[in-house]
């Protein structure tokens, strides 16, 4: 027998010593509902939050103010490309290109992060990346590396857009950075700013910070009118 359970079912330990409560993320065997701290039986409670509730939020999509790429080369772990796939998802990614060592879909280790997205977001492989990113560069794209440099510009300083092209953003290997010579190819590199001990994020952090505020916090100033030129906002 299974409990009807919505998207936003939870349990709650029936010892209120314990009082663990956890979300149902599927239907559970009634004799499987044992709180898995304390072993004492859960409880189905009601939320707040009705499921019509989370199909509207479920509904509230839009679409990316530029059309965006990413180049993933030589990232060593298998978890930071699942949930960089997620992240691409989320973000309305419209195309991954991985290469070198990066682990490719169908590896179990990157369902377990991306959950599914790395069926949603197109994608191709090159062994060479910074041949593909030559390609890409042929192909009349414009690439933009992820990377601190002295040279490198603030994620949130940004003051101009490609004109007319797809956006690649690239993101290299966790340790070694990004390939010197695909660096060479970039048109601009960003940064993120950093204020703490540590110089950087991990790369899938960082991948999700700069995807979306690319997709979606940019000034509607530079995406409307997504020049290549720096482009002053209208005054009131």
Same mark, same amino acid.
């Given at each position: 027998?299974?409990?009807?359970?919505?998207?936003?079912?939870?349990?709650?330990?029936?010892?209120?010593?314990?009082?663990?409560?956890?979300?149902?993320?599927?239907?559970?065997?009634?004799?499987?509902?044992?709180?898995?701290?304390?072993?004492?039986?859960?409880?189905?409670?009601?939320?707040?939050? =009705?499921?019509?509730?989370?199909?509207?939020?479920?509904?509230?999509?839009?679409?990316?103010?530029?059309?965006?790429?990413?180049?993933?080369?030589?990232?060593?772990?298998? *978890?930071?490309?699942?949930?960089?796939?997620?992240?691409?998802?989320?973000?309305?990614?419209?195309?991954?290109?991985?290469?070198?060592?990066?682990?490719?879909?169908?590896?179990?280790?990157?369902?377990?992060?991306?959950?599914?997205? =790395?069926?949603?977001?197109?994608?191709?492989?090159?062994?060479?990346?910074?041949?593909?990113?030559?390609?890409?560069?042929?192909?009349?794209?414009?690439?933009?590396?992820?990377?601190?440099?002295?040279?490198?510009?603030?994620?949130?300083?940004?003051?101009?857009?490609?004109?007319?092209?797809?956006?690649?953003?690239?993101?290299?290997?966790?340790?070694?950075?990004?390939?010197?010579?695909?660096? =060479?190819?970039?048109?601009?590199?960003?940064?993120?700013?950093?204020?703490?001990?540590?110089?950087?994020?991990?790369?899938?952090?960082? *991948?999700?910070?700069?995807?979306?505020?690319?997709?979606?916090?940019?000034?509607?100033?530079?995406?409307?009118?997504?020049?290549?030129?720096?482009?002053?906002?209208?005054?009131?």
């Amino acid at each position: 027998m299974k409990l009807a359970q919505s998207p936003t079912s939870f349990f709650q330990c029936s010892n209120p010593k314990c009082a663990l409560r956890i979300p149902a993320g599927r239907a559970l065997q009634t004799d499987q509902l044992k709180c898995p701290r304390c072993h004492s039986p859960l409880l189905l409670v009601p939320t707040a939050r =009705e499921v019509s509730d989370a199909l509207t939020q479920s509904s509230k999509k839009t679409s990316p103010a530029i059309q965006l790429e990413a180049l993933l080369d030589n990232i060593r772990s298998t *978890f930071n490309v699942g949930a960089m796939f997620r992240t691409a998802d989320g973000a309305g990614i419209s195309h991954l290109y991985l290469s070198g060592l990066t682990p490719l879909p169908g590896n179990p280790r990157i369902s377990k992060t991306a959950l599914g997205a =790395e069926f949603a977001v197109p994608w191709e492989y090159a062994p060479n990346g910074y041949q593909l990113a030559q390609t890409l560069k042929a192909d009349g794209k414009t690439l933009w590396a992820l990377e601190t440099t002295s040279t490198a510009v603030s994620l949130f300083e940004i003051q101009a857009l490609p004109q007319n092209q797809p956006l690649v953003l690239v993101v290299g290997n966790e340790v070694s950075g990004i390939d010197p010579s695909i660096m =060479e190819l970039c048109d601009q590199t960003i940064f993120i700013p950093m204020s703490g001990f540590k110089h950087s994020l991990n790369v899938a952090v960082a *991948f999700g910070i700069a995807v979306y505020h690319l997709a979606f916090g940019l000034p509607a100033y530079l995406t409307d009118n997504r020049m290549g030129s720096k482009i002053q906002p209208q005054s009131s």
